[in-house]
C-alpha cells in the first residue's frame, strides 16, 4: 500500500528536489517511509534552525527551492526565525512539516507538540500555507508551491500533514501541470517608462535581489541607456564586474550625493529596504527627483518611494520588453558618474572598512569564484557597504540585510555547498555569530561539505559596543566568552588554523585551498581598536 508519505517523496522527486533537511521525529517518521529508497538526499543538522538556513542557502546558490521536513510544534516554531529571513530576502523555500490531527484542532487536549493553532502561527511568516485534510489534495498543494515560487515573489510555502494522514492510503494521482504565470508588464506602463528614459540625461539604476538570474539583462538595459547600476547585496554577485557596475551601498553619504543629481531613478526588484538605502538610520536618503519601479510584486508599488510608472513583471522579460521602444543608446557620460561612484564609495587607505576590504580582496584573491555565505558581523557590514572584488566572486549573500539574523552563516553554507560542490563555499561568522549555531559544524562534518569557516573573532559583540558607546550607553552584555576555537574544529574533525594578520590568513587559505573537507580559520581581531598595517587598511 502506498501511503500519503510515501507519495509525498515520489511527488518531490518528481518536481526535482535532490536535497531536503531535517530532523526526524515521532511526528514525521511516516514521511520518511520512502525517502531512502528515493533519489533524495537527506541533511540533518542539529537544530530545525540550522535546516532552515541551510535550504536558505541551499536555494540561494540552485536556484531551486530548499526543502524542509519538519515535525509538528517545536520542529516549526526552531525554524521560524529561518523563514522569517527567507520571507525578507524572497528565498523559495518549501516547509512541509506535521501537525496534530484535524479533530483535535482548537480542543487544548495537551497533546505531544500541540499548538493552539499551527497553521495560524505560521501565517504571518509565508506567503502561503496549506492544512491537507485529505490524500488527494496532496498533489495540487504541491502544485501550488511550486507554482508560486515561478510566478510571484517567492518565500517560505508552509504545508502541514496530520500525523494521521500521513499513514493513510494514497489513491491513485497524477501531479498536476504546471500553470505559472509570471505577470507582465502592461504595453502601456512600459511605454511610459521609454518615455521617461528618452527625456532623462543622467539616468541610475537601482539592482535589488529581485534581480536573481536577471544579471545580464540588468547590464545589457544600463549599456543601452548608459546608466550607472548601484546594486544592493542580495544583487552584488549576480551582476559581476561591469564598467556600469557600482557594487556600493546607496546608504553611503558620498554616493548619496550622487543619487540626488539622478534626473532619473529605475528600481528593478529592489524593495528599497532600510537596510540596504538607509543602514544608518539617519534619515538621509535624498528624494528622487523621478521613478520608475519594476517588481514582480505588486505591494511594492504602494510602497515609498512613490513611482511614477509601476512595472509589474519578471525583471528579464520586463527588460526585453523594453529594450525595442527605447532610442539608440545616447552618450549621458555613465562611464565618467560609474567611476566617480565608486571613488564615493572607496575608504580611504588606513581606515577600518579598508582593512576589512582587504581581507575580503585576499579571500578572493586565493579563493577565485568562491562564494562567501556572511553573518552579521564586521566584515559582511563592510563588504555590503563596497565589494568590488566582484570580478573573482562567485556569491555573496549574507544575514545583515532584510530580517539580519545571527548564527545564518555555517548552516547556510552548507546549504550553499551541497548545492555548488565544486565551488569553494567561505562561511564568514564573528564569535558571537558562530556560537549561535556553532553545533552545525557537525553538520558540515557529516554531511561532507568542504566549507571553510573564516571566524573573525573579535571577543563578543564588537559593532554593539561600539554602538552602545557611541549613544553614550555603558556597554553591558556584549563580552560573551568564546571557547577555544581550534579545540573545537579539532572536535568536530575540521583542519583548524589561526591567523593574526593579513598575511597569516593568505597563507592559512592556501593551506585548505585544495582541501575537501571541512576547515576553520581563526582570524583575531586587536583587542581594542584597528591595526591596520596587520590587516591590510
Not at 505560521?122 to 508551491?145: F, N, V
Not at 548552516?411 to 548545492?419: E, H, N, R
Request: aromatic fraction near 6%; proline fraction near 9%; include cysteine.
Amino acid at each position: 500500500m502506498k501511503t500519503v508519505g510515501v507519495a509525498l517523496v515520489e511527488m518531490l522527486e518528481q518536481l526535482e528536489t535532490e536535497v531536503v533537511f531535517g530532523i526526524p521525529g515521532a511526528h514525521t517518521i511516516e514521511l520518511y517511509r520512502g525517502l531512502a529508497a528515493s533519489t533524495i538526499r537527506h541533511i540533518m543538522p542539529r537544530h530545525e534552525q540550522g535546516a532552515g538556513f541551510m535550504a536558505d542557502g541551499y536555494a540561494r546558490v540552485s536556484g531551486k527551492p530548499g526543502v524542509c521536513l519538519l515535525i509538528t510544534g517545536p520542529g516549526l516554531t526552531n525554524a521560524l526565525t529561518a523563514m522569517a529571513q527567507a520571507m525578507q530576502d524572497s528565498i523559495p523555500m518549501l516547509v512541509i512539516t506535521g501537525v496534530n490531527p484535524a479533530s483535535s484542532f482548537g480542543r487544548g487536549r495537551g497533546l505531544l507538540h500541540e499548538l493552539p493553532d499551527q497553521q495560524g502561527l505560521i501565517r504571518a511568516m509565508t506567503p502561503h500555507s496549506h492544512s491537507l485534510r485529505s490524500a488527494e489534495e496532496l498533489p495540487g498543494a504541491l502544485r501550488a508551491a511550486f507554482d508560486l515560487f515561478e510566478s510571484a515573489r517567492p518565500g517560505p510555502v508552509h504545508i502541514e500533514i496530520p500525523t494521521d494522514l500521513m499513514a493513510a492510503p494514497m489513491p491513485d494521482y497524477t501531479l498536476p501541470p504546471s500553470s505559472a504565470q509570471p505577470p507582465q508588464a502592461e504595453p502601456s506602463a512600459l511605454q511610459a517608462a521609454a518615455e521617461l528614459i528618452a527625456q532623462a540625461k543622467t539616468p541610475l539604476i537601482f539592482a535589488g535581489g529581485g534581480c536573481k538570474g536577471a544579471g545580464n539583462a540588468v547590464l545589457s538595459f544600463s549599456q543601452q541607456i548608459d546608466a550607472p547600476v548601484i546594486s544592493t547585496a542580495n544583487a552584488r554577485a549576480d551582476l559581476g564586474q561591469h564598467p556600469l557596475h557600482v557594487p556600493a551601498s546607496a546608504s553611503l553619504p558620498e554616493v548619496r550625493e550622487i543619487i540626488a543629481e539622478a534626473d532619473l531613478v529605475i528600481g528593478l526588484g529592489t524593495e528599497m529596504g532600510a537596510t540596504d538605502y538607509d543602514v544608518y538610520m539617519d534619515g538621509g536618503f535624498p528624494p528622487l527627483q523621478r521613478f520608475i519601479r519594476a517588481d514582480i510584486d505588486a505591494d511594492r508599488f504602494t510602497q515609498e518611494p512613490v513611482c511614477e510608472v509601476a512595472l509589474h513583471g519578471d525583471i528579464t522579460q520586463t527588460l526585453i520588453g523594453l529594450a525595442p521602444l527605447l532610442p539608440p543608446t545616447a552618450d549621458r557620460g555613465g562611464n565618467a558618474r560609474t567611476q566617480a561612484l565608486l571613488a564615493a564609495a572607496t575608504p580611504p587607505a588606513g581606515t577600518p572598512m579598508a582593512a576589512d576590504l582587504a581581507i575580503l580582496q585576499a579571500v578572493t584573491d586565493a579563493l577565485p569564484g568562491c562564494i562567501i555565505v556572511g553573518d552579521s558581523t564586521q566584515l559582511v557590514y563592510s563588504g555590503n557597504l563596497f565589494l568590488p572584488t566582484t570580478q573573482t566572486l562567485g556569491g555573496w549573500f549574507n544575514s545583515a540585510t532584510g530580517y539580519g539574523t545571527l548564527g545564518y552563516a555555517p548552516p547556510a553554507a552548507v546549504g550553499a555547498a551541497l548545492a555548488l560542490p565544486e565551488a569553494p563555499v567561505v562561511c564568514l561568522v564573528g564569535d558571537g555569530g558562530l556560537q549561535f549555531s556553532i553545533a552545525e559544524l557537525a553538520a558540515a562534518t557529516d554531511a561532507g561539505t568542504p566549507v571553510i569557516f573564516l571566524v573573525w573573532n573579535n571577543a563578543g559583540y564588537r559593532e554593539i559596543e561600539t554602538y552602545m558607546a557611541d549613544a553614550e550607553i555603558s556597554p553591558i552584555g556584549v563580552d560573551p566568552s568564546c571557547p577555544d576555537l581550534m579545540q573545537i574544529a579539532a572536535a568536530y574533525g575540521m583542519k583548524d588554523l589561526r591567523a593574526t594578520d593579513l598575511d597569516g590568513l593568505t597563507a592559512a587559505l592556501a593551506q585548505v585551498r585544495e582541501n575537501r573537507t571541512p576547515a576553520l580559520i581563526e582570524c583575531i581581531a586587536p583587542d581594542d581598536t584597528y591595526a591596520p598595517a596587520a590587516w591590510g587598511g
